[in-house]
């Protein structure tokens, strides 16, 4: 069993810069491959990024490549998304995700067995 907790959500401007953390415990986090979604109001949730927990191989959706960058420090069973050049469409409840899955970390959510219950990120234009 593995918990996730989120934190570091807010409001910022548009063009502003954010990062969204989230915590893990219960099991040997360094052998997680770690993902973060997002849901806007109305909408269904989206793959953001994602990172191996085997070679540290990252993935981003394309909406937000570029912008955004994902991390994890292992000896703080901690994964980061720091969130560059905000817009107000990337308002949304961010979740991060945990499975033990090999090779490139997976955009799907239904490969992740492990959800946090997410923090909301508002860009205000």
């Known amino acids: 069993q593995v918990q996730l907790m989120e934190s570091g959500g807010g409001l910022v401007q548009a063009g502003g810069s954010l990062r969204v953390s989230c915590l893990a415990s219960?099991?040997?986090?360094?052998?997680?491959?770690m993902g973060w979604f997002r849901q806007a109001p109305g909408k269904e949730r989206e793959f953001v990024a994602a990172?191996?927990?085997?070679?540290?191989?990252?993935r981003y959706a394309d909406s937000v490549k570029g912008r955004f960058i994902i991390s994890r420090a292992n000896i703080a069973n901690t994964v980061y998304l720091q969130m560059n050049s905000l817009k107000p469409e990337d308002t949304a409840v961010y979740y991060c995700a945990a499975d033990r899955v090999p090779g490139l970390p997976p955009a799907l959510e239904r490969e992740y067995e492990y959800w946090g219950q997410g923090t909301y990120v508002t860009v205000s234009s």
């Open positions: 219960g099991r040997t986090f360094s052998y997680y491959t």
């Open positions: 990172i191996s927990w085997e070679s540290g191989s990252t």
